[in-house]
C-alpha cells in the first residue's frame, strides 16, 4: 500500500511541479514580467511538498551502497555544500529576487560566475547527500523528481530572462553553465 501511495505522490509532486513551474509561471512572467506573491508561494509549497516526499516512502533504506563511513561522510560534506550553495545564495541573491518577485537587471557576479542557477544546484547536492547518507531506490527517485521539477522551473526562467535581457543573456549563457562546469566545458550546459 505504501508503494502505491509513494508512486501516486509522486506523479502528483511532478504534475503540481509541471503546472506551477512550466505553466503559472510562464504566464505571469510573460504577462506581469515578474512572479505575484501567490505564485512564489505556490513555488515554496511545490519544494516543500518536494522535502516531505522521503516520509511517503516505502521502505526508504535499502543497503544497495554499503552504509559505512565514506558514504555517510561524503552524504555531510554534499548537504552541507548543498545548503551553503543554496541557502547563501538566496541570501546574497536577496529572497525577493530569489522567488522572482523583483526584478533588477541580470546578475552575472558572486556564484552566478560559475553557474547559472546555484540555487537549485545546492539543493540538488542537498538531495544527492541525502541519497549516500540513505541509498535506496526512493531515494533515487527523489533526486530524480528534484532534478525534473528544478529543470522546469530553470527552463521556464531561461525563457523569460532572455526576452527581458535578449543578447545580453545569450552572451552570460555562452559564457556560464546552466548547472555546474567552466564554460564551455561542462556537459550541463545549453548550447545555444
Known sequence: MRAILYVVYAGLLLAAGFLVFRRVMAREFLIKGRLSALTSILQLAVFLAFFLFPYLSPEWAWDWLPNGTWNRLAALILVVAGMVLAFGTMGWFGLRRAFGVEVKGLIRSGPYRWSRNPQILGGW?????????????????????????????????????????GGEYDRYCRRTPRYLGVGGMSPFRRHS
Not at 152 to 163: D, I, Y
Open 125 to 165: 547536492l542537498m538531495v544527492l547527500g541525502v541519497v549516500f547518507y540513505q541509498p535506496s531506490p526512493c531515494a533515487v527517485g527523489w533526486l530524480v523528481i528534484w532534478t525534473v521539477i528544478g529543470h522546469w522551473m530553470v527552463t521556464t526562467e531561461e525563457t523569460h530572462l532572455r526576452r527581458v535581457f
